[in-house]
């Protein structure tokens, strides 16, 4: 599934950044649409960026005002526009030493670089109720390598005790944001303490892969709530009562019928 911050529909990602962070610096809205890109490109799905926001483009608002070339401008509301890293408006925007280039950039490289960022399955492992950590698992279900990705969308530091799967031995820095590498540390055999600074991402890999287990899965709670009475639709849940990496099919039959036909797999 593709996954955005902003297209000629919506508007651009710099102009709800804007809207949102009120009275913030101009360093905090490059660290801040820096953390959405990282957390599109390094969680589930296929990344789809925007023309125009690796320049910092805002737009005016909506969706007729998100839809500026890359040329230099004479229209005043183009010339007039704010963009996030600086550069000037009125001037042409193929800048590939514009920050938000340059950070976008390595990011792409770093999912190219791990497998795992663009196939691996994502298990939600930690989510302040407020601003704070964000944190998924990714794991590669073929060779079973495990990869934790953090945010931090707070404008302070942050900790947090992360569980994880594979061994916390072979634990290691692949990309953060603020470019110094967040402190982490293993205080179980399965879990990790983090910090992370403001407004920042921190990527893990783990060397070792995860090992398999013996252990049965345990129960797996089902439930199908029929979310229409007009089209007939039904959303299908399946709760593991165990803390493992599994996989669970889905399959549909008619009353009478001997089989099933298939749904999909959710991980």
Not at 181 to 194: H, M, N, Q
């Amino acid at each position: 599934m593709a996954t955005f911050l902003g297209n000629h529909d919506m508007g651009r990602i710099g102009r709800f950044l804007s809207d949102d962070a009120t009275g913030a610096s101009s360093g905090e809205l490059l660290a801040r649409d820096i953390l959405a890109h990282a957390l599109m490109l390094f969680t589930r799905g296929i990344p789809v960026i925007y023309y125009g926001d690796e320049q910092g483009f805002t737009g005016k608002g909506g969706d007729v005002a998100a839809r500026e070339d890359m040329f230099a401008t004479k229209v005043a509301e183009y010339a007039g526009e704010e963009r996030i890293g600086g550069g000037d408006p009125a001037a042409a925007a193929f800048n590939e030493q514009h920050p938000l280039y340059r950070a976008i950039r390595k990011m792409i490289s770093v999912r190219r670089e791990n497998r795992t960022l663009e196939r691996g399955i994502q298990i939600v492992r930690h989510a302040d109720s407020k601003p704070g950590i964000f944190a998924v698992v990714r794991v590669d279900p073929e060779d079973r390598e495990e990869m934790l990705a953090l945010f931090n969308n707070a404008s302070e530091t942050k900790s947090a005790n992360i569980r994880v799967y594979s061994s916390n031995g072979a634990w290691e820095p692949v990309y953060d944001s603020d470019g110094e590498v967040g402190s982490f540390r293993a205080i179980a055999d399965d879990e990790l303490t983090v910090t992370l600074g403001p407004v920042s991402c921190l990527l893990l890999r783990n060397s070792r892969p995860i090992e398999p287990t013996q252990n049965p899965i345990g129960e797996l709670h089902l439930e199908a709530v029929r979310t229409s009475e007009i089209d007939g639709r039904w959303e299908v849940k399946a709760e593991p009562t165990s803390d493992q990496v599994i996989a669970v099919a889905f399959g549909v039959r008619k009353k009478g019928e001997s089989d099933f036909k298939y749904l999909g797999t959710a991980d």
